[in-house]
């Protein structure tokens, strides 16, 4: 089992940058795929974007590629997501998440993983 704790939420104006951290209790923590999700109020939890056990193969949901890097460090036990070049748009709770079950592909883990954080919000204001 794993503990998902996110941090690095607020608010920023459009065209600004947030890195979103998650730190994750455990000592395998390497056996996990960790993606982000997030919800916007009123609408359906996406699934943002993924980054593999050891970190070679990433995927983004259209949105966000070129401006969402996911990265992870498997000697602290993280996961960061950089987020520039902000929009309104992207306006919503994002939510750090891990699986362990093997999956990996995008149709497999959007519709939910095993472990979830909390979630922090961020704000993009226009």
């Known amino acids: 089992q794993v503990q998902l704790v996110e941090s690095g939420g607020g608010l920023v104006q459009a065209g600004g940058s947030l890195s979103l951290s998650c730190a994750a209790s455990g000592r395998t923590f390497s056996s996990y795929v960790m993606g982000w999700f997030r919800q916007a109020p009123g609408k359906d939890r996406e699934l943002v974007a993924t980054?593999?056990?050891?970190?070679?193969?990433?995927y983004y949901t259209d949105s966000v590629k070129g401006r969402f890097t996911i990265s992870r460090d498997n000697a602290k036990n993280t996961v960061t997501l950089q987020m520039n070049s902000l929009k309104p748009e992207d306006t919503a709770v994002y939510y750090c998440?891990?699986?362990?079950?093997?999956?990996?592909?995008?149709?497999?883990?959007?519709?939910?993983?095993?472990?979830w954080g909390k979630g922090t919000l961020v704000t993009v204001s226009s």
């Open positions: 998440a891990a699986d362990g079950s093997g999956r990996m592909s995008y149709q497999s883990l959007k519709g939910g993983m095993e472990y």
């Open positions: 980054i593999s056990w050891g970190g070679s193969t990433t």
